[in-house]
């Protein structure tokens, strides 16, 4: 067998070269995943650990997309990783992101606004960290932050329909008598306007309804 193994060491060099070339390209592939931060705000609401409705908050009106009930476990292998990479690299703004968004799976969301605040710092108009900043307040019940992210989301595109329906539902359930007639309004306007995704049109109707409108 140790005969075989040293007349074919080329094979060996070969396998090795060829496990670090998937590694780096699975990296690659994480990387622009994490970087989209879509993840975050999902209408199925797969992102867990907040009931989907407000009792006594506005008549029990739907909490903002992505705000689902469930349970998650923090990836701490990864994290660990992560940090190792950050004691060498401690301003690289994926680093920062990729610690953030362990946490945001983990649903530790002050860790998670934590190194969400960071990547802002060094680069303002990082959409995944505001995206993610915007869920980790609202779990946070910091509402007023959660608002702040919610319109730079909606001041960066105002064509990203779930951003808008998003802000418009922060200030329904969560900003009192005010906030509710305010978030009521950009419901119609969306729908005045048109709604191309047919969920969120079905959504939108639904909270509409609710108020007989």
């Known amino acids: 067998m140790s005969d075989q193994i040293e007349k074919s060491p080329h094979k060996i060099v070969l396998i090795i070269i060829l496990a670090l070339v998937i590694a780096i390209l699975l990296g690659l592939g994480w990387s622009r995943y ?8 999902q209408l199925d609401n797969k992102q867990g650990g907040m009931p989907n409705s407000a009792p006594g908050r506005m008549g029990g009106s739907s909490a903002p997309a992505g705000m689902g009930g469930g349970s998650a476990t923090l990836n701490t292998t990864a994290v660990q990783n992560f940090m190792g990479q950050l004691q060498e690299k401690p301003n690289d703004v994926l680093l920062l992101y990729s610690v953030g968004t362990e946490f945001m799976h983990g649903e530790s969301w002050k860790e998670a606004a934590g190194f969400m605040n960071k990547v802002i710092a060094i680069d303002p108009k990082h959409i995944g960290a505001r995206r993610a900043l915007f869920m980790a307040y609202l779990r946070l019940g910091q509402y007023t932050d959660a608002e702040k992210e919610a319109l730079f989301l909606v001041e960066s595109d105002p064509k990203d329909e779930l951003s808008r329906y998003n802000l418009a539902m922060l200030n329904m359930v969560y900003l009192g008598q005010e906030g509710h007639d ?8 969306m729908i005045k306007v048109g709604v191309k995704d047919d969920n969120l049109k079905a959504s939108i109707k639904k909270e509409l309804k609710k108020h007989n409108h």
Do not use: D, F, W
């Open 34 to 41: 994490i970087q989209s931060g879509k993840y975050s705000i």
């Open 182 to 189: 305010k978030g009521e309004l950009m419901l119609r306007e």
